[in-house]
């Protein structure tokens, strides 16, 4: 194994290394000889400067997340900083990669930081429900101000080397050898000499800071936070900064750490650093299958969804062949596009410059010929099996030998689509969410016949374009609109039964979710689900008569709401009578119905249907199940996905309660899958049975 921490000699400059792959987490291991290193150099009157870098890919990147919830080892990170703090002599951190977190807060201990060009520097805690615990939250606003520093804070976004020269977080940026010119830098401090003031003692930028100016911006991040803890207790630590001496600012904090890392938030959202960390690791993809090569990707279909594709691909940098049918399409698709990013540029998020050189990405036809150079392929036609046969028959001419075909189908059977070809080998399913270009999830459709190595691609493109993969198997609707339909089943048996649209919407918003299931069907449009009832010879009691009056939803201003002005649902009288109405027809006697009803028969089936994917392998692990949830549907993140909710819920209470649902009902949905009864009778978790079925 290797040393995590070394220490080599440039004549009187002391170059301490850290060493704990992959990304130099602050683990034990690390911190006990880090510590011991300090005060030895610390107190070696040999010794001039200490320059504080890290081997291999990064800087350190963090705390050891998985130490967690643990016994704490001393020393503690805080302590480290503070006998780095103690140091007179000049100390430099010298940072390439990510300095993230409790790996920021060590930088933030030395006097003066430098740093490769393309290096990021951030404080990501707020990500996994917790705020910075080692002296970030008072550090920061000491160098960049407070209302950078709550910015930087609160977002956990980090950087760039540049944005950090200019706002004072670091002296120097370089464009290589770090460590020499770290040396050299931290020679020239030693000869300008000192005394050298610790951050902690610089509190410049704290001092008349407007307070009220403060609160304003901080009450408008924290109407931000939907029911989280941690941006809240973010924006008070940074508050604390300018309002309390440093000791005290920093014993709140640490105060606040702990008191976070032990709640049910931050434990769900670490569960969710670590599964969409897991889900990237598939079944038969090992580190020996190369990723196909991609230089240019043709988008089928120039709609909302392929533009949004289409987007997504050059914004990787990926340049792409836009088809549609008609002149007339390809050039409203396009058109749509630069509004889009248009929309980016009015709004200060991405420059004149990045916005053309976006748009050069672009090449538009309408000749299924120009795609014969494409390296992958994705369709967003019409969702309909024939269709994509079609399309899928053509591609099968033209494609070049070995180039990857993509469909984006939300529910059709992959394999079918794939047998439409001579080559079902190079035909995976690539399931974008709709926004495609802001929508991070991406199911991976993985068929009969998917070779590996179009798989590697595939979840390679997912990364480089910025979204978030999990691989599925094949079935109806996947994993999620396969869940969601067992969600939706119940929606109009509770109207008829007693709720109205607003009450089964505020308990999920209580819950934690962005909307309700009837908002979301309004955001959505009420027509796609009429015209596939159509399809299918089936009926909704209160959703087809509404369709019929042309309450689609928002896009006409009226759906299980109304909306006066733009955006806003209000409970609208008429629908309330008209579920009346429906109900007396069918008999059903009205009754209040609670908020944990509403639960067990909205989430429960939902949760069994994910126990249903489980025992059928659709989904690889439950934590897979998670990350798609939260990624596409907007289950909250302080809940950790469905299935790790579920857990918490107890497994037991949602068997007995589906039992007494189904009883009642009769309905499928609510018969517990056997996975569910096995772990209700064994205590389990969802992570045992997968390993006992290994
Ligand atoms: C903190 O610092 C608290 C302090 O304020 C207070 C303390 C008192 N710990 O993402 P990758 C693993 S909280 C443990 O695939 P990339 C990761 O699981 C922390 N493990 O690589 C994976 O393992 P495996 C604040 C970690 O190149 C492997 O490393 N810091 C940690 O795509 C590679 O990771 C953060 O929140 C960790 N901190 O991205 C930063 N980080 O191979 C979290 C990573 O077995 N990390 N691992 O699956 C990241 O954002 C990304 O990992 C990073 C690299 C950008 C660094």
């Known amino acids: 194994m290797n040393q995590p921490v070394t220490v080599s000699r440039d004549a009187d400059i002391a170059v301490i290394t850290l060493d704990n792959p992959p990304v130099n987490a602050l683990s ?46 001393h020393p503690i990170l805080g302590e480290i900083i503070a006998a780095l703090e103690k140091i007179a002599k000049p100390t430099v951190a010298a940072i390439h990669g990510t300095a993230l977190g409790g790996g920021l807060e060590l930088a933030l201990g030395c006097h003066f930081r430098v740093a490769l060009r393309d290096a990021k520097l951030g404080l990501p805690e707020v990500k996994l429900g917790l705020l910075p615990g080692a002296g970030g939250t008072v550090r920061l606003p000491y160098l960049l101000g407070p209302q950078k520093a709550l910015k930087v804070i609160v977002s956990g976004t980090p950087v760039d080397a540049a944005t950090a020269l200019e706002g004072g977080l670091v002296e120097a940026v370089y464009d290589r050898d770090l460590v020499a010119n770290a040396i050299a830098f ?22 008349n800071t407007d307070l009220a100016r403060f609160d304003t911006e901080a009450s408008e991040l924290a109407k931000k936070a939907r029911g989280l803890e941690a941006p809240i207790a973010c924006a008070q630590a940074v508050r604390n900064a300018i309002t309390l001496p440093f000791d005290e600012a920093l014993a709140a904090e640490r105060e606040a750490f702990m008191r976070l890392v032990s709640g049910e938030q931050s434990r769900a959202q670490r569960h969710l650093f670590f599964a969409e960390r897991e889900a990237a690791k598939v079944d038969g993809v090992g580190k020996d299958i190369k990723a196909r090569e991609i230089r ?58 990045a916005k053309s050189q976006r748009m050069a990405l672009f090449t538009g036809t309408t000749d299924y010929a120009d795609l014969a150079g494409c390296d992958i392929i994705v369709e967003a036609v019409f969702e309909e099996m024939s269709v994509k046969k079609d399309v899928f028959g053509k591609l099968d001419k033209i494609a070049r030998p070995g180039a990857v075909l ?71 609707g996947f994993v999620g609109n396969r869940m969601l339909a067992a969600r939706s089943e ?37 027509d796609i689900g009429w015209r596939n009832r159509k399809s299918l010879g089936k009926k909704a009691i209160i959703a087809d008569p509404l369709c019929e009056q042309g309450r689609f939803g928002q896009k006409t201003g009226k759906g299980y709401y109304l909306y006066e002005n733009g955006r806003t649902p209000k409970s609208d009288p008429e ?71 579920a857990e918490k819920e107890g497994i037991a209470k949602i068997v007995e309660r589906l039992d007494h649902w189904h009883s009642r009902t009769g309905k499928a949905v609510f018969g517990p899958a056997p996975l569910l009864r ?4 064994s205590g389990g978790s969802f992570a045992d049975a997968r390993e006992a079925a290994a």
């Open 406 to 476: 993509a469909t984006n189908t939300s529910y059709l059977d992959v394999d079918e689509i794939a047998a439409a070809t001579s080559r079902p080998q190079d035909v995976v399913g690539m399931h974008f969410f709709s926004p495609a270009n802001v929508m991070k999830l991406l199911e991976i459709v993985r068929g009969k016949h998917t070779a590996p190595d179009v798989l590697a691609t595939a979840l390679a493109v997912a990364k480089r374009i910025g979204k978030v993969p999990v691989v599925v198997g094949v079935c109806h």
């Open 28 to 73: 034990h291991r690390l911190r006990a000889p880090l510590m011991e290193a300090l005060e030895k150099l610390g107190d070696d009157a040999s010794v001039s400067a200490i320059v504080l870098t890290c081997a291999g890919r990064t800087f350190v990147a963090g705390a050891d997340i998985t130490e967690f919830g643990k016994p704490m080892q």
């Open 490 to 526: 119940e929606a109009e048996s509770l109207l008829l039964e007693g709720a109205s649209p607003a009450e089964v919407d505020k308990v999920f918003t209580d819950f934690g979710w962005p909307m309700g299931p009837f908002q979301m069907g309004d955001l959505a449009g009420l």
């Open 186 to 207: 931290a020679r020239e401090r030693v000869a300008a000499g000192g005394p050298f003031r610790p951050v902690r003692d610089r509190r410049e930028k704290i001092e």
């Open 575 to 645: 629908v309330l009578k008209l579920i009346e109405e429906k109900a007396r027809e069918h008999g059903i006697e009205r009754r209040t119905i609670l908020s944990q009803e509403i639960i067990e028969r909205s989430l429960y089936p939902m949760i069994n249907e994910g126990a249903r994917i489980l025992e059928e392998g659709i989904a690889a692990r439950a934590s897979d199940i998670d990350i798609v949830w939260v990624n596409g549907y907007g289950f909250p993140i302080g809940k950790g996905g469905p299935m790790f909710w």
């Open 678 to 681: 096995k772990l209700a009778a």
């Open 296 to 353: 240019r990707a043709g988008i089928i279909g120039a709609g909302t969804m392929g533009g949004g594709i289409a987007m997504s691909f050059v914004n990787g940098g990926i340049p792409v062949t836009l088809l549609e049918m008609s002149r007339e399409a390809l050039d409203r698709g396009l058109a749509t596009i630069d509004k889009n990013y248009s929309i980016s540029v009015s709004r200060g998020s991405l420059s004149e410059d």
